[in-house]
């Protein structure tokens, strides 16, 4: 008698676990969304950038793509910024170029990237200390002679020259 008691109560305990397995097996799941490609987005934003023109280029960052790889090759051979495992040299300049040119605030900028606030403000201020470093090379007084091979001249209104070389 006391095995059947146990059996009945085993059923009455494995009865409703397989009914939840037949109603989940049988159950219409929905698809989720397709999922992103977040390093191609990325890549295939900062090449629009560059590749679309001169025009667009410096609509976009201010800077002619040439300007913007001898500004990187100037920061990386001075040791003043590096490739880091998330974020290329390249995205980290365009970033800060962005923001300062097109008055872009920090939140619109980590949904294009697909990158965090903090990752865009902590890039923000190493591509911004690093140029500061280059001071003494890229602002000259205006009595200063300006070298003819220099790349790029900007001059202001109090005629200080700002210039890659």
């Known amino acids: ?11 009455r305990a494995v009865v409703p676990v397989i ?7 049988n159950r219409i799941y929905i698809p989720k969304e397709p999922r992103i490609n977040i390093i191609a987005q990325q890549e295939f934003y900062i090449d629009n950038i560059l590749n679309r023109g001169d025009r667009y280029c410096v609509e976009q960052i201010r800077m002619k793509p040439a300007v913007l790889y001898k ?12 490739l880091t495992q998330n974020v290329s040299i390249r995205e980290q300049i365009i970033v800060v170029l962005q923001i300062i040119g097109q008055n872009q605030r920090f939140r619109f900028i980590s949904g294009i990237y697909y990158r965090s606030i903090e990752t865009i403000h902590h890039y923000f201020r190493i591509v ?3 140029v500061f470093k280059l001071y003494k090379h890229l602002i000259k ?12 001249i900007l001059r202001y209104e109090n005629n200080t020259n700002i210039f890659i070389h």
Do not use: F, G, Y
Not at 71 to 82: A, E, G, N
Not at 141 to 152: E, G, Q, R, W, Y
């Open 71 to 82: 500004l990187c090759d100037v920061l990386t051979s001075r040791d003043l910024l590096r």
């Open 141 to 152: 007084d205006p009595d200063d002679t300006v070298p003819a091979n220099s790349i790029l």
């Open 1 to 11: 008698m006391d095995s059947k008691i146990i059996h009945a109560t085993c059923m």
């Open 128 to 130: 911004l200390k690093a």
């Open 19 to 25: 009914t939840t397995i037949e109603q989940e097996r």
